[in-house]
C-alpha cells in the first residue's frame, strides 16, 4: 500500500493563482468546458490579457455556444459577472472573489467588482443565453436519477446527475422527454453524457418539447439514410439533400414506399442527377393527385393507354414522300387516246 506523496515546486514560471474553495465546492460540480473556460479567463486576467468568445471556441474546440454557457453558468455560481452594451454584446468578465457557496450568493451584490477579463464579441449575446434557471428540488423526484441508472447500467457520477439536472432544469425538459432522451442515447448505443448533452441542446434549438416530436426527428434523420442508399448515394446527406427529402415527405406527404418506388426508377434510368430526377417524378405524382402505389399504378396505366393511343395514330395516317418527283405537278394526259389518233393518220 502506498503512502501519502509530498508535491514539491521546483520550477520558478509565473503561474495563475486558483483558490482552494474553487478547487474543494465548485471544481467537482463543472464540467469539462467550464472548467477550462474559467481557468483560461483566470489566466487571461493575470496576465492582463483580452481575448474573446471566438477566441475560447476555437482554443478548446468549442461551439460559440458552448462558451457562452460556461460563462452563464459561472454567472450563476457567482464567480464571475458579465457585462454587456446598449446592443447586448458581450464587453466585458469581472472575476469575483471565490466565495464558500453558502456565503457567494448572500455577499455577491455587496461585493465590489475586481479587476475585469475583457471580452470583445460582435456576437449579440442576448441570442446565446440560457434561460433564467428555475428553483428545483431535485431531492423531490429521485426516480429519474433512478431511471436514468437502469438505462446506464450503473451508479452516475456527480457530473453526470448534474447534466440530467442541467436538461431539466435549464433546457427545461419534462420528465417524459428526458426519459425518452436517455432510452434513445442508450439505444443507440452512446452511454457518454456529453453526447447526452449534445442531443438535449440540439433538441432543444430545434424546439422539440414532447417525446413524440423527438421520435418524429429521429425517424426522419434515418429515412434519410435509407433514402441514400436507394438512390445509390452512401455519403452522409447534405443540407441540400435533406432539403429535398423533407419536401417529399412534409410538402408533398408521401410515405417511404413512394418515394422508394421513384429511387427505383430514378436509378433505372440515369447514372446523374438522380437527386433532381426523382424529384421530378414524385413532384408529378403529386400534382396529379396519387397518395398510394395504387394511385401510381393507375397513373402508369393511364399514360400507357395515352402512349399506345398516340402511336396508333400515327400509324393510319397516309404516307406522305416528300422528294422532288412527287413535288412535281402530274399532267391528265390519256396515253392511249394518242395511240388511236397516230394510228387512224
Not at 187 to 205: C, L, M, N, P, Q
Amino acid at each position: 500500500m502506498m503512502g501519502r506523496v509530498i508535491i514539491n515546486q521546483n520550477s520558478e514560471i509565473s503561474s495563475t493563482e486558483l483558490s482552494n474553495i474553487f478547487i474543494d465546492e465548485y471544481l467537482s460540480d463543472a464540467n469539462d468546458a467550464e472548467i477550462k473556460v474559467y481557468l483560461y479567463l483566470l489566466r487571461m486576467m493575470c496576465a492582463g490579457r483580452a481575448t474573446s468568445v471566438s477566441d475560447l471556441a476555437d482554443k478548446f474546440n468549442y461551439t460559440e455556444k458552448d462558451v457562452l454557457r460556461a460563462l452563464t453558468y459561472w454567472e450563476d455560481q457567482g464567480l464571475m459577472s458579465l457585462e454587456y452594451s446598449a446592443r447586448g454584446q458581450l464587453t466585458g468578465i469581472h472575476m469575483q472573489d471565490i466565495m464558500p457557496k453558502k456565503q457567494s450568493k448572500a455577499t455577491l451584490h455587496c461585493m465590489p467588482a475586481p479587476s475585469a477579463a475583457h471580452v470583445e464579441s460582435e456576437h449579440k449575446v442576448a441570442a446565446h443565453k440560457e434561460p433564467a434557471k428555475k428553483a428545483v428540488k431535485h431531492n423531490d423526484n429521485p426516480q429519474m436519477l433512478f431511471v436514468a441508472e437502469q438505462y446506464f447500467g450503473r451508479t452516475l457520477n456527480t457530473n453526470e446527475i448534474k447534466t440530467i439536472y442541467y436538461i431539466q432544469d435549464d433546457l427545461e425538459f419534462s420528465e417524459d422527454l428526458v426519459d425518452y432522451l436517455l432510452q434513445h442515447c442508450v439505444t443507440a448505443g452512446k452511454k457518454d453524457f456529453d453526447y447526452v448533452r449534445k442531443v438535449a441542446i440540439s433538441w432543444h434549438e430545434k424546439g422539440i418539447t414532447t417525446p413524440e416530436a423527438a421520435r418524429l426527428e429521429g425517424t426522419a434523420h434515418k429515412n434519410a439514410y435509407a433514402i441514400m442508399r436507394e438512390l445509390g448515394m452512401q455519403n452522409a446527406p447534405t443540407k441540400t439533400e435533406l432539403t429535398y427529402f423533407d419536401r417529399w415527405q412534409s410538402e408533398y406527404g408521401f410515405s417511404m414506399p413512394i418515394i422508394t418506388e421513384a429511387c427505383r426508377r430514378t436509378v433505372l434510368q440515369t447514372q446523374s442527377n438522380r437527386l433532381k430526377y426523382c424529384d421530378s417524378i414524385l413532384r408529378n405524382w403529386h400534382e396529379n393527385g396519387a397518395r398510394t402505389l395504387q394511385d401510381i399504378k393507375n397513373l402508369d396505366d393511364k399514360f400507357g393507354k395515352m402512349t399506345q393511343a398516340a402511336n396508333a395514330s400515327r400509324t393510319n395516317e397516309p404516307v406522305k414522300f416528300n422528294n422532288k418527283f412527287n413535288r412535281f405537278k402530274q399532267n391528265d394526259i390519256n396515253l392511249d387516246s394518242i395511240e388511236d389518233q397516230l394510228l387512224d393518220n
